[in-house]
């Protein structure tokens, strides 16, 4: 109790009491309770600071999930790190059970961004500083503060990695002298509508492939330009898989080759893999360039195959870091370092944020970029 108050002893003089009073009570109140949601707690003798992740179903949240608790253990906070396995209500409940045990401050990464008003609120009420974690919380004034990645050039890199592999365009974008004219045949796909990232992935995508749709190098057979069309409720792969389904059987039944497909994360691009290989497509026979994003070892594997050609790296140790380090200058009075105060307006607020760069991985730097930088093994690669 006297470490924690140590945490907190800068945030308003009331926080530290109200928040001693709520652990002693919570702890009363929840003892003989068992645990819900599986909760995972740290041995640190600071504050406890709340962790609210959407699914494990992906692997890039699993890994921010630990990389944040074990981050903020090292900073002797106790960790309430918890999944919702994308069901919106589980969340809602999990942050309402951080802000009963006395959590001193809240990292969200959410699965609707636009459906947390009312639960941070509570936060709010009880003094709890709220950071969104990657994706930004919408609708509400009670998000103190954003980390995440360039978002929009996020996407960018992806339309680039697809132009790449087509042979247009340096993986920056630089247009390559004496490309092919086309033109080619590509499909685009978008992540989840309620997620904040998708607008700025597809934002981001299309800055770059619009201009070469107008002009005719490439070609959207299906006709499905808009987002909403591409969208991807909760990055559904399945979803995915069964939407290029429809497209191929629809528009490429005359044996005419889609070329390239835009994909905003790779648990979509191995729903469209899966689609194209049921379809009789195979790789080295006119197999398309497929983008991604978040190097999950699964497509990391896939782009070594030669199935995906190139994912999107966002380091989650370092996005863990912006996270602790944001949450640690909170309770201690400080202002968290912000680089972006513009761009994520969250239709309540302009939302401080600290944005990351983000890595374009093709088969080439794979090495370079994943196994050097300690984030996959080489074994773990090839396994
Ligand atoms: C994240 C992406 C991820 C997607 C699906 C987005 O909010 O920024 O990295 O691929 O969610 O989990």
């Known amino acids: 109790m006297t470490t924690m108050s140590m945490k907190g002893n800068t945030v308003k003089g009331n926080k530290i009491l109200l928040t001693a009073a709520a652990v002693a009570v919570s702890a009363l109140a929840l003892s003989g309770c068992s645990n819900a949601g599986g909760s995972s707690s740290g041995d640190g003798d600071g504050g406890l600071i709340g962790v609210a992740m959407p699914t494990k179903s992906s692997e890039r949240w699993i890994q921010d999930g630990n990389a944040v608790k074990e981050q903020l253990e090292d900073e002797g906070f106790t960790v309430d790190l ?35 008003s009312e639960v941070l609120q509570n936060a709010a009420d009880a003094d709890i500083p709220v950071i969104a974690y990657d994706r930004l919380i919408r609708d509400s004034e009670n998000v103190d503060y954003y980390a995440s990645f360039d978002n929009f ?47 700025f992935f597809w934002n981001g995508a299309m800055d770059v492939l619009e201009p070469l749709i107008d002009d005719g190098t490439l070609v959207v057979k299906s006709g499905q330009t808009d987002f909403q069309q591409a969208a991807t409720l909760r990055w559904d792969g399945e979803a995915a898989q069964s939407r290029m389904e429809d497209i191929l059987t629809a528009n490429y039944s005359d044996g005419t080759k889609v070329n390239a497909v835009l994909s905003p994360y790779d648990g979509i691009s191995r729903g469209i893999i899966s689609a194209l290989t049921d379809a009789g497509y195979a790789v080295g026979a006119e197999w398309p360039i497929i983008s991604g994003q978040d190097a999950e070892l699964d497509s990391v594997k896939a782009i070594n195959s030669g199935e995906q050609y190139a994912t999107i790296f966002k380091d989650t140790r370092k996005l863990a870091e912006v996270a602790v380090k944001m949450a640690t200058a909170l309770l201690n009075g400080e202002e968290p370092e912000v680089n972006n105060t513009e761009d994520y307006d969250n239709g309540v607020k302009v939302v401080p944020s600290y944005l990351l760069e983000s890595q374009i991985v093709v088969k080439d730097n794979i090495t370079e970029v994943l196994v050097d930088s300690g984030y996959w093994t080489e074994d773990e690669i090839k396994g």
Do not use: C, H, R
């Not at 009963?100 to 636009?114: M, N």
């Open 153 to 199: 050039v996020v996407g960018q890199q992806q339309a680039w990695s697809v132009l790449n592999g087509l042979g247009l365009t340096e993986l920056d974008g630089t247009p390559i002298d004496g490309a092919p004219a086309g033109p080619f045949n590509i499909e685009l796909f978008a992540g989840s509508p309620d997620d904040n990232n998708a607008t």
């Open 82 to 116: 918890q999944y919702a396995e994308d069901d919106i209500p589980t969340q809602v409940s999990q942050i309402e059970n951080m802000i009963t045990k006395g959590a001193e401050a809240l990292i969200i990464a959410s699965i609707d961004g636009t459906t947390l």
